[in-house]
Each structure stands twice: as structure tokens, then as C-alpha cells.
């Protein structure tokens, strides 16, 4: 029996000890031994709760514990977890994370140290919630060389844009989101693209095998999208959708967060509200596709378990993970050329339209839009200044 305990009992760890007891059977078949909870941490009691006699208040007192061998932290944020994490693991404890942020920050030193104590830290939960993807890319896609990788990422602003694609404004979609618990208080990790570009940092990290500082990523959310540019959109036969894009270029990896139009028939373009999915493109294999709940307590704690079940399996000891410290300096974006999306007031629309002659538009009651060919944003913006200073743009996936 292997005994593991809980680091935050918040949304996720509470959602990791529902999981062990509904699964416990299909636990220890996956572990191939059982696997019982013994402790969790958390500032709080919890009176009533099934767990409660399993809660503690010392963290040293877990770390003392020679029979805790997997430690779920579930707390997220950067600190106290990056702190806890390192100790376990110097306690020779492996770990196994929901915490993108601690991830995304110091995934590769923490899987260094996980190496050098022949213990584990894995972080599925950290991408795609309850998609499988990281375990689908270091184990049955290991022997591709993977190209691209993009997907919707943030179930929120999925929600969000969904939404508006009934015609309600980014403000009134937004209140709905948080009404129905998708969307923080304070949404900007969302909205902003910055949950997103987390992701896709981890993502672009694994496919190089090396590690993409979030920080390098551009980043652009959602704020910016009108329902007008979801109309137009659609009349064009597009969808809109904040993805998460990484890339091998000839000018290095192209990496980014940010809203795209793409063509109503393409698979991300059906992924409506809270969903994520994740396409992954292999030089021999072509395109997959990866479908899920991106969040939620029991999806996110079924792939903290899932690592859990990893790890028990491989004897508690070290799990490999393609993430050194080696940086990837991602390509620089002001070089990449896109067809782009432009919507303007309707009283712009002849200096639009006469600026971009051969571009086919579009028009509401409100606005005007066209698809331009294919340009850098630096020019784009230069044209639309002599146009009106409320145009907005989206670029366009065309392929
Ligand atoms: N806020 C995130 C989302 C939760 O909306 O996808 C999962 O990371």
C-alpha cells in the first residue's frame, strides 16, 4: 500500500479525495497496488467532511512521514507551493501538480530536482484540465517529431466567446460566466490570455523538450472582441477562438496567445463553451485532436490521479519529463505575416473598403469588415490609422 497526501483542500484537492473514493478499485488496478490517503494540509478544518481526521495543519509532519510517498499539490499559486514542492522532493517524495503557474515558472527546475532524488513530478492536471494530453505526448506520440500544437485552452473565455456568438456583449457574457462560477471575481488571468499562454508555455516546453519562459510568449486575450466581430466573423464563414499556438518555423518557434479567426468547418471551431481541445500536428501521423473538460473539481483531480497512478506504478521512482532548462527563445513575432479580420464603424466603411481594394467585405447595421491578404500587423495597423481609430482586428487562420 502506498500511502500520499493532499497539499490545499480547495476545489481540486477535495476533488482528488472524491476521486480516490469513488475510484478506488480502478486506482489500484492503474497503481497496481492501493493507494490511501493519509494526510492533508490545509490552513482550514473541516468539520463533517469524510476526510476530516486526515487534515493537518504541519507540512513537516508530512515531510517526516517515511510511508508518504506522492504528495498531490493542489494549492496553486507560486508560493508557499514552489517552497513545499522543492521540499518534498528533497525528501525524496515525488509530486504530482495541478499548478500551472508553478509550472510554467519552475517546471524545469523542479523536474531536475525530482531526477537528482529519484523521485517524480509530473503535471498533467496543469493543461487541459482532465485531457490527457501530456501522457498523449510523451508516451504515444513520443516517436513523432511534432510540428504544431494549438488549441483552445481557457474553458472561461470559450464560455465567453460562445456567448457572444448569441449576439450578447463581452461585458454581459463576461457576468454570465462568473454568474455560472466559470469566471473568477477578478477575470483577467482568463480574459486577459495570461491562463492561456501558461499553458501553452508547458505545451511548447514538452514538444522542445527544452523551456519556454511564459514571459517570451505574446500574449493577447479576449477584451478587445466586440459582438459585431462575431457577426461579421460568421458572415465570412469564420468562428472566433483564443488559442494557444505553438509552432517550428524555419525562423525558430513561433508561439502565442491570441484570438484567431478560423473557418466554421474546422474541428476547434465546434468546441463551444466551457470545453478545451487540443490539436496536435506530428510530421508522420498528421493532425489529432484532443477533446475534454479543461477544468472543473473532478476532470482536473481525475489527472492528478492519473499522475498519482503513473507514479505508484513506476515504483515511485523518477518519471522522465522532456523539460530541461534549456531556453527556447521564441521567434520574433513582429516577422510573421497573417491574413487579418478588420472591423470598422460603418461610417468608415467607403475609406475601408477603397483602402483595401481587393479585399471582399462585409457589412451590419453598426460595422463594416473585410479580410485582408496576408500582412504584418505593423503594416495593417499603419493603414488603419488613416482609417479610423476604432478599427479592430483579428488575425485569420487560413489553413
Ligand atoms: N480558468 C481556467 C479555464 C481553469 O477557464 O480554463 C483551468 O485552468
Redesign the pocket.
Known sequence: MISIAILGYGTVGSGVAHVLDENIEEVRNSAGEEVCLKAILDLRDFPGDPHEAQVTHDYETILNDPEIRVICETMGGENPAYEFTKKALQAGKSVCT?N?ELVALHGPELVRIASEHGVSYLFEA?VG?GIPILRTLAGALASEKIDHITGI???????ILTRMEEGISFDDALADAQEKG???RDPS??IEGH??CR?IAILGSLMTGGYVDAAQVPTEGITRITADDLKGASQFGYAVKLLGSSRRTPQGLEISVAPFLIPEDHPLASVRG?F?AIAVHGNMLGTSMYYGQ??GRDA?ASAVVADVCEIVKNGCGNVPVAMTGMRVEPAAEEDAAWPFFVRVPRVNKAALFSTFIDAKGQETDTAAFIITAPMKESVLKEKLARISNEAGWIRVMDE
Not at 485552452?153 to 464560455?159: R, S
Open positions: 495541478s500551472k496543469s484540465g485552452l481557457n474553458g472561461t473565455t470559450n464560455y466559470y469566471a473568477e488571468a482568463d491562463d492561456a499553458k466551457v478545451n479543461g477544468a482536473t
